[in-house]
């Protein structure tokens, strides 16, 4: 029922922004939470960011705390997710997931969400 597509990814250099993009199917985009995860080679999937229905609760992973930021534009079907201050250890795969749930408790287990994206690649060289 809900297609997401990340888009923004690239090879950018230590201390550069990216800013990746979900857009998501649907007229009813604007009823889910929305969250970013990332699979980094050779690691576990990760939580990066939540964001609630209207924005209006966000919450972060403590390694992105302060460089990433999470928004959302639900008139465009589009969640963001703005990284600057990139470090070698951001590149992974940046997926990003729907959940009709609206929990910060719970947005870092990935059965949280019900539909998720095909991820995108950041590269960060040293």
């Known amino acids: 029922q809900v297609q997401l597509v990340e888009s923004g990814g690239g090879l950018v250099q230590t201390g550069g922004s990216l800013r990746l993009s979900c857009a998501a199917s649907?007229?009813?985009?604007?009823?889910?939470?929305m969250g970013w995860f990332r699979q980094a080679p050779g690691k576990e999937r990760e939580f990066v960011a939540y964001?609630?229905?209207?924005?209006?609760?966000?919450y972060y992973a403590d390694s992105v705390k302060g460089r990433f930021t999470i928004s959302r534009d639900n008139a465009e079907n589009t969640v963001y997710l703005r990284m600057n201050s990139l470090k070698p250890e951001d590149t992974a795969v940046y997926y990003c997931a729907a959940t009709i749930r609206d929990s910060t408790l719970v947005a870092p287990t990935e059965g949280f969400y019900d539909y998720w994206g095909q991820g995108t690649q950041v590269t960060v060289s040293s």
């Open positions: 964001i609630n229905w209207n924005g209006g609760r966000t």
């Open positions: 649907g007229r009813t985009f604007s009823n889910y939470a």
